[in-house]
């Protein structure tokens, strides 16, 4: 199966558009029962205490009240399913199985580096107090100047965690970017063990463990504790590629055998 970062994101978003389509609809038909059902009540008629029809009345306003909680938790959950639409729209950090990550993460690093270089600039003309100097750094502009000299808690310039948590980013991205260069060097895993195929799905950065039919319980509960997650559309069991997950994809395929022993 063909992987597209951006087709998948896009059935993300359509399935929480569809989800927030279902429970509004949902909410509202509950609400319309609701008051269809309370209008059968004379405007203000209490209940009859001791009357024979007590019992049935305070069933039946309880339905109404489990009705309207009912239709209450469709619209919130619309509202949940609306919220993650347009957060999966806005979100633009950078997966890893994007096919274009590298080129973003390097992107990413460079502006990174170049704030820090800035920064350092910035810092050493405010000490200097000198204007002139300050305006001929790129990215400088004059209104910066005045925020940078008017004196904070931690003094005047770009405050150390600034600087100290971009260069911590940097570090970060340059990780990640070395990670995923050492993975497009080295030959994708590709082997059955025990009947299981492992296979490293690039694409999808993903290791996918392919069974011949559902494991035993026991099977189930070493991949789950390992991070591995049944995958319906892929029909294999499969976690984020990683040296560790490579490890006890094939530990688990090697153990089968091990089991398959102990049980005769």
Not at 171 to 180: S, T, V
């Amino acid at each position: 199966m063909k992987h597209d970062f951006h087709q998948r994101k896009q059935n993300r978003i359509e399935y929480a558009e569809n989800q927030v389509a279902k429970s509004k609809a949902e909410s509202d038909q509950l609400y319309l029962r609701t008051k269809e059902m309370a209008s059968v009540i004379p405007m203000g008629q209490p209940i009859l205490v001791g009357h024979h029809s007590e019992r049935r009345d305070r069933s039946y306003r309880a339905k109404i009240d489990n009705t309207m909680g009912r239709s209450v938790a469709a619209g919130k959950k619309a509202e949940y399913y609306a919220e993650r639409a347009q957060s999966i729209k806005e979100n633009d950090a950078i997966f890893s199985d994007d096919p274009e990550a590298l080129l973003k993460l390097e992107q990413k690093l460079a502006v990174l580096k170049g704030t820090q270089v800035f920064m350092k600039a910035a810092n050493r003309m405010v000490k200097k107090n000198d204007l002139e100097g300050f305006l001929k750094l790129k990215f400088a502009k004059a209104e910066m100047w005045e925020e940078l000299t008017t004196p904070e808690w931690w003094g005047v310039g770009f405050p150390p965690f600034r600087l100290t948590n971009n260069n911590a980013n940097i570090k970060r991205i340059e990780k990640r970017i070395a990670g995923l260069k050492s993975i497009a060097d080295t030959i994708a895993v590709h082997e059955e063990i025990n009947g299981v195929r492992i296979f490293e799905n690039r694409e999808a950065n993903s290791l996918q463990l392919f069974f011949d039919g559902k494991p035993a319980a026991e099977v189930i509960k070493q991949l789950k504790q390992h991070g591995f997650r049944w995958c319906r559309s892929e029909v294999a069991w499969q976690r984020h590629i990683s040296n560790n997950a490579i490890y006890w994809g094939r530990q688990i395929a090697a153990s089968l055998i091990v089991q398959s022993q102990s049980q005769t």
